[in-house]
């Protein structure tokens, strides 16, 4: 078994994100969770970086504390080219399976000889836009869509 690494931008966390972990920590040794855009807040980014790392917390505090799950930040540098290595120079030990979407990402980290494993959006139909919509105009069904753990903080 081996060292995973995914990055997710969690705004918010929701379930399709909660599907990708579950399957990372079944498949894995260790999982890495890079939560993306940390220092960025704004519409699309309206959760801290600390909110998100609670809300995972909130699902997966057991994996934490038993060292299978290591959630850090990580800053963008929207430099395509150096994003694998700068990512690289973050991580608390080595990986070699990058989970992600379809795009650009999985091609870069096949690049630098990560295998990539990708989930695609129809395997997993949630949408964090979608989700800030309904919070937005105050629609209860963005409850169905993300851990119950995390509804206190949303």
């Known amino acids: 078994m081996t060292t995973a690494l995914t990055i997710m931008r969690l705004q918010p966390f929701h379930n399709g994100h909660k599907k990708i972990i579950d399957t990372?920590?079944?498949?894995?040794?260790?999982?890495?969770?890079?939560?993306?855009?940390?220092?960025?807040?704004?519409?699309?980014?309206?959760?801290s970086f600390h909110t998100r790392k609670q809300m995972i917390e909130s699902v997966y505090?057991?994996?934490?504390?038993?060292?299978?799950?290591?959630?850090?930040?990580?800053?963008?540098?929207?430099?395509?080219?150096k994003w694998v290595d700068?990512?690289?120079?973050?991580?608390?030990?080595?990986?070699s399976i990058y989970y992600c979407g379809y795009?650009?990402?999985?091609?870069?980290?096949?690049?630098?000889?990560?295998?990539?494993?990708?989930?695609?959006?129809?395997d997993l139909p949630i949408s964090g836009t979608l989700i800030r919509e309904k919070i937005k105009i105050n629609d209860p069904s963005w409850k169905q869509d993300v851990p119950p753990e995390i509804h206190f903080l949303i």
């Open 61 to 81: 505090l057991a994996e934490i504390k038993s060292n299978k799950l290591i959630v850090q930040g990580i800053k963008d540098i929207n430099n395509p080219p």
């Open 103 to 122: 795009g650009q990402d999985a091609d870069l980290f096949k690049e630098k000889g990560f295998k990539v494993k990708q989930f695609s959006r129809q």
């Open 24 to 47: 990372m920590l079944k498949e894995n040794k260790k999982v890495i969770l890079l939560i993306g855009s940390m220092d960025l807040n704004d519409n699309k980014n309206p959760y």
């Open 86 to 95: 700068y990512v690289k120079k973050q991580l608390p030990l080595e990986a």
